[in-house]
């Protein structure tokens, strides 16, 4: 079955980076979209990036578009997010998501998340 | 970016009883290249992470039981809930995937009187 394992988050201070992995495995990993969205204590969700199948597209939320970098190795089956100048706003748990192939930007599975704390 | 408002954000139901979320979009979320509807919606339990119910707007997953329904067009959708179950409880999100950037409704809180 689809399983997405997300690792590296932690407590950083503000203004350092951060680099969060998600090790997937169950499917074909090199022919899903794979995303990454937010959730802040107690809050929703807020979508912060996406990365086609082959690594040409990649799209940003624009409170992280600059600070984010979202890529892949497909070799490995692990999806990255670089993020730096980290604020507390972005404190919070981070998912990863896979697309299912039925629509646009249709995220079906969903790992359990690691949680980000900004605080200094 | 296409603002997705949920109603209610809490919802007290009986178990047995039916439930009903709204979700209203800013823009039209047909896609100019396909004419499909891009609107999913999630439930996430506490401690989990959400799992997706219904994508393009009335589409149920394998494995989501035929009481979760969805409905809708244009810029206006609803969850229907029918015979709430105690295991219904968490938070449900609609979201949108039709226009750059994809956006997420408030959440709408489902808790048993």
């Known amino acids: 079955q689809v399983q997405l394992v997300e690792s590296g988050g932690g407590l950083v201070q503000p203004g350092k980076s951060l680099r969060l992995s998600c090790t997937a495995s169950?499917?074909?990993?090199?022919?899903?979209?794979l995303h990454w969205v937010r959730q802040s204590p107690g809050k929703g969700l807020n979508w912060v990036a996406v990365?086609?199948?082959?690594?040409?597209?990649?799209y940003y939320a624009g409170s992280v578009k600059g600070r984010f970098v979202i890529s892949r190795d497909n070799s490995q089956s692990t999806l990255f997010l670089e993020m730096s100048s980290l604020t507390i706003e972005d404190t919070g748990v981070y998912y990863c998501?896979?697309?299912?192939?039925?629509?646009?930007?249709?995220?079906?599975?969903w790992g359990r998340g690691t949680l980000v704390t900004v605080s200094s | 970016d296409v603002a997705m408002t949920q109603s209610p954000l809490s919802l007290p139901v009986t178990l047995g009883q039916s439930a009903s979320i709204s979700c209203r979009s800013s823009?039209?979320?047909?896609?100019?290249?396909?004419?499909?509807?891009?609107l999913n919606w999630y439930h996430q339990r506490p401690g989990q992470s959400p799992r997706r119910l219904i994508y393009?707007?009335?589409n149920r997953d394998s494995g989501v039981p035929d009481r979760f329904s969805g409905s809708g067009s244009g810029t206006d959708f609803t969850l229907e809930i029918s015979r709430v179950e105690a295991d219904d409880v968490g938070t449900f999100y609609c979201?949108?995937?039709?226009?750059?950037?994809?956006?997420f409704g408030q959440g709408t809180e489902v808790e048993i009187k």
């Open positions: 998501a896979r697309e299912e192939g039925d629509g646009y930007n249709s995220v079906r599975y």
């Open positions: 169950g499917f074909s990993f090199r022919s899903y979209g």
């Open positions: 990365i086609s199948y082959n690594e040409n597209e990649k």
């Open positions: 823009q039209s979320l047909v896609h100019s290249t396909d004419g499909n509807t891009y």
């Open positions: 393009k707007v009335s």
């Open positions: 979201m949108q995937g039709a226009r750059w950037p994809p956006t």
